[in-house]
């Protein structure tokens, strides 16, 4: 639950609004370092493209794991040490990479290369879109890094349902203590639903 605890007026629309003390980037790092400290065994961290800074990416390499995490097209890499070291970055849509190919990159602001991967997808209504990933993995083909980050769907699907299932966005709640009551009887709630997909071999919306 993020404690929004600082106020402050937006000026163009001039409106009051409240922001954490702390940035979504430093939970983040948080709940890496908890995992980690907590003796959770994990090889791979697992992010899209809202935690692709290159604060997050040098907390995990230092940490000495491998990280996958989506790019926006607008990032600027160099395609090899030298142009790095001359200052010649291109912006990661303005380059053609091929897709599905594992093609190592300096990413600006990051001192170690990193793999980059294109990879091309159906919307679902029927437009096309494109991901680029980057990781620190150096070792494994584009296919090993995709097939490992398409993991993190299932965190996708369970916001979905969470939200649409068990009412987790409805809630009606004004202070911290009946927020957090909601939220834990929304967890309860998917929790129950899983249990009767299990059983019954029908998904969450049936």
């Not at 995990?60 to 995490?69: A, D, G, S, T």
């Not at 494994?140 to 996708?156: G, L, M, N, T």
């Not at 957090?180 to 309860?188: G, M, P, R, T």
Request: hydrophobic share 35%; with cysteine; glycine share 4%.
């Amino acid at each position: 639950i993020i404690h929004k605890t600082i106020r402050y007026c937006v000026i163009k629309t001039k409106k009051e609004t409240r922001k954490s003390e702390i940035t979504k980037n430093e939970y983040f790092r948080n709940l890496v370092l908890k995992s980690s400290n907590n003796n959770i065994k994990f090889k791979y961290v697992l992010a899209d493209n809202w935690f692709g800074s290159k604060e997050n990416m040098e907390f995990l390499h230092n940490m000495n794991k491998l990280f996958i995490i989506g790019i926006k097209s607008n990032r600027t890499i160099a395609l090899n040490k030298e142009d790095k070291l001359n200052g010649k970055f291109t912006q990661v849509q303005s380059i053609d990479i091929k897709e599905d190919i594992a093609t190592t990159v300096w990413l600006k602001g990051i001192d170690f290369p990193l793999t980059l991967i294109k990879k091309v997808f159906k919307n679902e209504n029927g437009t096309e879109g494109i991901l680029h990933l980057i990781s620190n993995d150096l070792k494994h083909d584009a296919d090993h890094i995709y097939s490992i980050y398409q993991k993190r769907w299932d965190i996708e699907v369970y916001h979905k349902s969470i939200k649409q299932n068990s009412s987790l966005a409805k809630s009606p709640t004004k202070v911290v203590r009946s927020q957090s009551n909601h939220i834990f009887a929304s967890i309860v709630g998917y929790c129950k639903l899983q249990a009767l997909r299990i059983t019954s071999s029908l998904n969450h919306f049936a």
